[in-house]
Every structure is written in C-alpha cells, then in structure tokens.
C-alpha cells in the first residue's frame, strides 16, 4: 500500500525560504520508472504542478517557477524535499505531493493529504 | 505549454442523471496521455482515469473517459451522492504538465 504524507503546516514570512517533506512508504525511489511530484492549490483555486523527481535523479521544474524551487531526494529515508526561495503571500497554499502513474507516466495515482503553507508577515 | 480549458465551470445535476464533462487542450495532447481527478473539499484528488479512457484501480464503472487529440471528455453515467465533488483534467504529453481550471458537479 502507497502512503505519501507533508511535513506540518507552517506559517513563513515573505522573502524566506520553504521547505516541505513528503515522507512515503509502500515504494522506493530507487526502482525504476519511479517518481514523485509537488503539486500545489491555492485555496478555492485550481492545481498547479510544481516539480517532479525520478528514481534516477532527473529532475522536471515548471517553467514559471523553476529559478526558485529545488527538489532533492533521499532513498534511504523514503523522503523527497522541496524547497521554494523568496516567498511572497500569493504562494498561500495546499502542497501535495504524489507518487508518479505505476505505468511510468506522468499522472498522480496516490497523494499526501496535503499540508497548508501560509505566507504572511 | 499546453492549456487546459474545462466547461462547464458548474455543472447542476440530480442523483441518478449523467454528467458530461468536457477537456479542451490548446494544442494536441501527445498520445492522449490525459487524466482525470475528483476532489472533494479538505481532500486530495483521487485518479479517476488515466490515458484518456483508462479506469484507475478501485473506480467504478459509470465513470467513463474518452477523446483524443484536443478534445477529451469525462462521462459519469450515473451521479451517485458521493459523486458530487470538483473535477480536474491534466495532460502529461508534454512539459511542463499542466492541470485544467476544474469542473465543479453541483446537486441540483
């Protein structure tokens, strides 16, 4: 069974740096075809797709986004870190993150519960 | 990057009647690498269907997707109570991946 679960809410002031944890469990980002994505939703708003992770290390960013967001992996702890520079009060929202299609596309077939980040001084 | 256009916005129906859901992509989707969620408020979206018109594990079978190219569309032939929820397209053809605005399905 796939579990994916965020790091806690958290409340950061603009201009600081966030980082998120996506602890998971039932897979591993070593085997091939593997990946997990960041997905955020500002609240009453849409999806927004942030970055993705392979089991081979390659890394996708959205392109609006890319020059702030990092996105590391750690196979021995079953975790994926993601980190997004200078915030500002419009990245209010939802973070999900999610295990990669099991047929090795790009869809999300399992997702964390998601955890709130709001940005405010 | 391919644009997602989801119509209607809301969708006002009764238990037991048929939902149409329509997917627009501003360019042709490669090989209708197209998904489909449901979210219901305070949760995470849940894989309906996957490749256009492939079922995800566990979905029932009065959801439906078809479509191809830049056209999709997601059928419920049947809304049961628990299907009221919004529901979203993305296309995973091509980078960036990208979601649609969403299609709200209300009870009428």
């Known amino acids: 069974q796939i579990t994916l679960k965020e790091s806690d809410p958290t409340l950061v002031k603009p201009t600081q740096t966030l980082t998120l944890t996506c602890t998971f469990s039932?897979?591993?980002?070593?085997?091939?075809?593997?990946?997990v994505g960041w997905i955020r939703q500002p609240p009453g708003e849409a999806l927004q797709w942030l970055a993705l992770?392979?089991?081979?290390?390659?890394?996708h960013y959205s392109p609006s986004l890319k020059s702030r967001l990092t996105i590391t992996k750690d196979t021995s702890k079953n975790q994926v870190v993601l980190t997004m520079t200078n915030m500002d009060p419009v990245d209010t929202a939802t973070y999900f993150c999610?295990?990669?299609?099991?047929?090795?596309?790009?869809?999300?077939?399992?997702w964390g519960q998601g955890t709130l980040v709001t940005v405010s001084s | 990057e391919i644009v997602l256009t989801q119509s209607p916005g809301t969708l006002s129906l009764s238990p037991g009647e048929r939902a149409t859901l329509s997917c627009r992509a501003s360019?042709?989707?490669?090989?209708?690498?197209l998904a489909w969620y449901q979210q219901k408020p305070g949760q995470a979206p849940r894989l309906l269907i996957h490749?256009?018109?492939n079922r995800a594990t566990g979905i029932p079978d009065r959801f439906s997707g078809s479509g191809s190219g830049t056209d999709f569309t997601l059928t419920v032939s049947r809304l049961e109570p628990e299907d009221f929820a919004v529901y979203y397209c993305?296309?995973?053809?091509?980078?960036?991946?990208?979601f649609g605005g969403g299609t709200k399905v209300a009870i009428k």
């Open positions: 999610a295990h990669r299609g099991v047929r090795g596309r790009d869809y999300f077939d399992c």
């Open positions: 039932g897979f591993s980002l070593s085997t091939t075809g593997v990946g």
């Open positions: 992770i392979y089991w081979d290390d390659d890394k």
């Open positions: 360019q042709s989707v490669s090989s209708s690498y």
């Open positions: 490749g256009a018109s």
């Open positions: 993305q296309q995973y053809g091509s980078s960036p991946l990208t």
